[in-house]
């Protein structure tokens, strides 16, 4: 309990997640970073609450929509991290 408290909000640099015999595209590595972001807006825009199913239904237009929305500088920096992870 007093272990999450010290170090429960420290931010980290990114670390990849497990990778289960899976390669990271840089969509994938925007997702992971971003996901937080994308669904905010969903709940802005829709109303509706994370975990939900609507919520669900939404979720993959707005991803599509926020990595046709990144500069080219964004997409480079989001592969290059994904080569990074795939090492």
Known sequence: RNWFRN???RK???KPPINMGRRWTYCWVIDTLRKQELLK???DDMGVKPGST???QHYSKYLSAL???LTEEEIQEAVKTA???NS
């Open 41 to 43: 807006k969903i709940q």
């Open 7 to 9: 170090h429960g909000s």
């Open 67 to 69: 990595i046709e929305s």
């Open 54 to 56: 609507k919520m669900i």
């Open 12 to 14: 980290q640099d990114h």
């Open 83 to 85: 080569e990074e992870w």
